[in-house]
């Protein structure tokens, strides 16, 4: 079924009517289970826009959870347009969370300009070194890409379990209330652009990837060559295309972009490397990319409608006492309805060829 979103298949003005319709349908579902619980739906959902949308401080939250799942869901995005599926962004932020906190926790003085490059630059190397053996693997031994990125998902998670043990963790805090590495020091922290609020420079910096990641896949040789496997890998062999090569530096630019998001949560929001530092945006990402069509514009939008959600669904909680956890089945029913929406109205007359996602490139 996924390879039927592909830009070649369904027009912009199209994939926009399903993607509305899907919103539409799982909100009014989402409404209805509300209703079924004994809630007011109006107002929960009045609830959920005042916090997403309904103050200064409202959007500022917005933006900032917005901006992880715009960088993962841009390195997916990468790989995504070449035909593949790398949906390891959870295991590639944290392990980018630890090499943020390595660099942000040297000892020695450091001026901020040059400590916090460092730091972020330590995010996106250690998430594509994350994403390295997968990407190997899939480029040269053709070995599925969704398993490898998956399975490294739990490596990431408890590597960050190990590192901040208070049972001879290297990087525990000593006398911490719980289980977290100290704080980064000032000079590696990502500045507020706006006080009062938790908005950090890395919401802009997602905005500015987003915008150079468009440009790279529309209009450059590099970006060429990577819609050119994902549309044939056979016209891309004949054409002379190394694209053991393009899928190898895919995936391991997308684990880096991966990291990035980690460093930027660590730097610019958490300053302690802690477990559970993700709430799961690493696959929600893969959402709101799907959402988008894939168009890395397209994600900006979509990324804040999924931060919208989640910001939203805290002051829901406060105010009417229904459970956060609304926000999930939301999330799931748009992409469920999404779906179906695309399998339904954009069905070939033909055949359609197994999905990448299960097979992977002869």
């Given amino acids: 079924m996924l390879n039927i979103l592909n830009h070649s298949?369904?027009?912009?003005?199209?994939?926009?009517?399903?993607?509305?319709?899907?919103?539409?349908?799982?909100?009014?579902v989402a409404g209805a289970l509300i209703a079924l619980l004994g809630y007011d739906p109006l107002d929960a959902y009045v609830a959920m826009a005042r916090?997403?949308?309904?103050?200064?401080?409202?959007?500022?939250?917005?933006?900032?959870r917005?901006?992880?799942?715009?960088?993962?869901?841009?390195g997916f995005l990468i790989g995504y347009r070449a035909g593949l599926f790398n949906v390891g962004g959870e295991g590639q932020l944290y392990a980018g969370a630890v090499g943020a906190t390595l660099?942000?926790?040297?000892?020695?003085?450091?001026?901020?300009?040059?400590?916090?490059?460092l730091a972020l630059l330590a995010s996106f190397v250690f998430g594509a070194l994350w994403a390295a053996i997968p990407a190997y693997l899939r480029a040269y031994y053709k070995v599925n890409e969704i398993v490898t990125t998956l399975m490294f998902n739990y490596l990431g998670y408890h590597l960050v379990s190990y590192l901040i043990n208070a049972n001879n963790g290297p990087l525990f805090q000593e006398g911490a209330a719980f289980a977290q590495s100290s704080p980064v020091a000032k000079t590696a922290e990502l500045p507020i652009l706006l006080g009062g609020t938790s908005l950090h420079l890395g919401a802009l910096l997602a905005v500015v990837l987003a915008?150079?990641?468009?440009?790279a896949i529309g209009y450059t040789a590099w970006g060429f060559k990577l819609r050119m496997i994902g549309l044939s890998l056979k016209t891309a062999r004949y054409a002379g295309v190394n694209y053991q090569r393009q899928i190898f530096w895919a995936i391991l630019i997308g684990g880096g972009m991966g990291g990035l998001a980690g460093g930027c949560e660590i730097?610019?929001?958490?300053?302690?490397?802690?477990?559970?530092?993700?709430?799961?945006?690493?696959?929600?990402?893969?959402?709101v990319v799907l959402?988008?069509?894939?168009?890395?514009l397209g994600t900006i939008v979509a990324s804040i409608f999924f931060g919208a959600l989640r910001s939203g669904g805290n002051l829901m909680q406060q105010t009417i006492g229904l459970d956060v956890?609304?926000?999930?089945?939301?999330?799931?029913?748009?992409?469920f309805f999404l779906l179906t929406g695309i399998a339904l109205k954009f069905k070939p007359r033909h055949r359609v060829r197994v999905p990448r996602i299960v097979k992977s490139h002869a």
């Fill in 103 to 117: 660099v942000g926790l040297v000892p020695v003085h450091i001026p901020a300009i040059i400590h916090l490059p």
């Fill in 51 to 64: 916090g997403s949308f309904g103050s200064t401080y409202a959007l500022s939250v917005t933006a900032v």
């Fill in 291 to 296: 959402l988008a069509n894939g168009n890395a």
């Fill in 9 to 28: 298949t369904i027009d912009r003005y199209r994939w926009l009517l399903v993607s509305c319709c899907a919103i539409v349908i799982a909100l009014v």
């Fill in 267 to 287: 730097l610019g929001l958490r300053h302690h490397l802690y477990q559970g530092l993700s709430p799961g945006y690493g696959y929600d990402a893969v959402a």
């Fill in 325 to 335: 956890s609304v926000v999930f089945i939301i999330q799931a029913l748009i992409i």
């Fill in 211 to 215: 915008v150079a990641t468009y440009f």
């Fill in 66 to 74: 917005a901006a992880p799942l715009l960088i993962i869901g841009l």
